[in-house]
């Protein structure tokens, strides 16, 4: 079984232009993110799927793989299954190219299941939501779950919603970090968008929606992104 780890990288981001490329500690963030992955005991290889000339250039400057993809595509996931397409593997692993200190054992743990279950064809990460502006926060996407750790639904609004104040629900935010068996993942790139989907602008949703399980793997460790100048800011006072 060949398990490959790509991560989808594009400069012109929206709120942080060419963000793949600032430098955290000395290193830019997409390579800090490569070296990451490649910590994985599980991902045999690693590839940056880029639309950038200079994101490409730096990734081989420091011993990275990288692939050059097309610029129309709208997101990071058809940018996946493009590289996807052109390469050998039965497991492909979404990492996002904005978590420059992603723990490569959350990498492990959403890998295993699909390992240990030939039937399952995407898993996911989720963590216990622990900062309460988190719960409300649009930004962070919340995910509900069956007894057998598969998802319900994804939202951006509170979920579940506490309507009898006697019971305390648990949250659980949603870590962005994609397994998909390479063969479903081809065949939902070529799926339409959902309404779901399209509401919410949360592209798991329409895997829900067109009837896949998304097994939903619990961590204690959190990932951060870096998708604004604060966030960036924030991290390189912590590091």
């Known amino acids: 079984m060949i398990i490959t780890g790509i991560i989808p990288a594009r400069y012109a981001s929206t709120r942080l232009p060419g963000k793949p490329l600032i430098d955290i500690a000395g290193k830019p963030m997409i390579q800090r993110v490569y070296e990451q992955v490649s910590k ?89 939501i622990k900062d309460k502006k988190e719960i409300e926060d649009p930004n962070e996407v919340k995910v509900v779950f069956d007894n057998n750790f598969n998802a319900l639904y994804f939202s951006r609004s509170v979920v579940p919603f506490n309507r009898d104040s006697d019971i305390q629900p648990v949250y659980y935010k949603h870590i962005g970090l994609y397994v998909f068996k390479k063969k479903y993942l081809l065949k939902f790139g070529k799926t339409r968008q959902t309404k779901l989907e399209n509401t919410e602008k949360l592209e798991q949703l329409r895997i829900l929606e067109t009837g896949e399980r998304i097994r939903v793997v619990i961590t204690n460790k959190d990932s951060v992104s870096i998708d604004t100048l604060y966030d960036l800011q924030k991290v390189l006072r912590t590091k």
Do not use: W
């Open 40 to 128: 994985s005991k599980l991902i045999n290889d690693v590839i940056v799927a880029t639309d950038n000339k200079r994101i490409f250039d730096c990734v081989i400057k420091f011993g990275g793989t990288a692939i050059m993809t097309s610029v129309k595509h709208k997101t990071g996931t058809d940018r996946l299954c493009e590289a996807a397409g052109n390469i050998k593997s039965n497991i492909i692993v979404n990492i996002q190219g904005d978590e420059p200190f992603i723990d490569y054992r959350n990498i492990d743990r959403a890998i295993q299941p699909l390992i240990d279950d030939s039937r399952l064809n995407v898993s996911t990460l989720a963590i216990k």
